[in-house]
């Protein structure tokens, strides 16, 4: 059975997750831009970013002539007040983040393309995350750790910020970057069963 895929990827996370289920994967570089459109909805922001995300990736692999297997991209987009929150470029830009999700529920869409042999599939997970009030202090201590710096959001449920997070409706996963349910299953449709 075949268990090989591009990850086109630079997230850690999303690398630890699919390793995790035993998968063979190979990197392939995707750039794009990232700039959101006037008036985007954060849901289809995510959706279209995960797709050029795919696209890009799929030229990389054609111009380098490269082995025929499944291609998976994905974006990870922090959702609140209609606002769409990206990765913070400095420590105020974090502060500002951290606190405008203190006390409240925000929306979090990880968007999943698996493309292979002419066909393009995806999905958008959706979860909503509850954050605990959080003190001046605790979101200084938090910045100074710098795990806020390369998260949408300004902060990752997998390490300390999940001290932050009270309640989670959706996917664990999902939150930090790849929901596993819904990749395994767009994975089965391509023919790579993780089971
Ligand atoms: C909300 C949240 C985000 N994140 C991370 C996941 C993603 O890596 C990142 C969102 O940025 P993305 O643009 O989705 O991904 P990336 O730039 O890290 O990687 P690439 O585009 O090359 O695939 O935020 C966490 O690790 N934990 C969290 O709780």
Known sequence: MNRTLYL???SPR???LLKNLGLTLLP???EVDESVLPNERASDYCLRI????SQAA???KQEQQLTDYPILTADTTVSIDEQILGKPKDAQQAFAMLKQLSG???QVFTAVCVSFAGQHLDVVQTSEVTFKCLSHEEILAYIATKEPMDKAGAYGIQQLGGVFIEHLSGSFSGVMGLPIFETSALLKQVGISVL
């Open 14 to 16: 999303r690398w630890e």
């Open 104 to 106: 409240r529920t925000h």
């Open 8 to 10: 086109a990827s630079q």
């Open 28 to 30: 392939l570089a995707s």
């Open 58 to 60: 799929q030229a990389v």
């Open 50 to 53: 995960a797709r050029l995300k």
